[in-house]
């Protein structure tokens, strides 16, 4: 009898590091919100202290920019995993090094393409 090895993911530890960064923004949300919503209403407040108010409820709901777009990198990462093509750098096409998937593991980028990005000569 044949034994069967089911096929190991070579990217297991990248998308642990994955799910536990996309949790940890979710759970800063979900607490924020909470927060957000335990601030008192009291009805002495004139008009542009609940304007503030509603103000600084509005920003504990939201995510910052850097944070949706932190999202939208991971579930980004997890679309490549699926498709088969994480770890390969969606400008050049050449390989993504180890040791940068490892400290940014939602990268889409090499470290040639990325220092390009940042300069703004990526379109």
């Not at 009898?1 to 089911?6: I, N, P, Q």
């Not at 960064?21 to 927060?35: F, G, H, I, T, V």
């Not at 601030?39 to 949706?68: M, V």
């Amino acid at each position: 009898m044949a034994k069967t090895k089911a096929k190991a993911n070579p990217y297991q530890q990248h998308e642990d590091a994955l799910r536990s960064k996309q949790r940890e923004l979710l759970d800063s949300y979900e607490r924020d919100k909470a927060a957000g919503n335990a601030l008192p209403d009291d009805g002495i407040q004139d008009l542009a202290d609940k304007a503030a108010s509603a103000y600084s409820k509005e920003l504990n709901f939201s995510l910052s920019d850097g944070e949706r777009n932190l999202l939208m990198l991971i579930d980004e990462a997890f679309n490549r995993m699926r498709e088969g093509s994480y770890g390969v750098c969606t400008n050049c096409g050449n390989e993504i090094g180890e040791k940068r998937l490892q400290a940014v593991p939602w990268t889409p980028f090499c470290i040639d393409c990325q220092e390009l990005q940042e300069k703004g000569l990526l379109s």
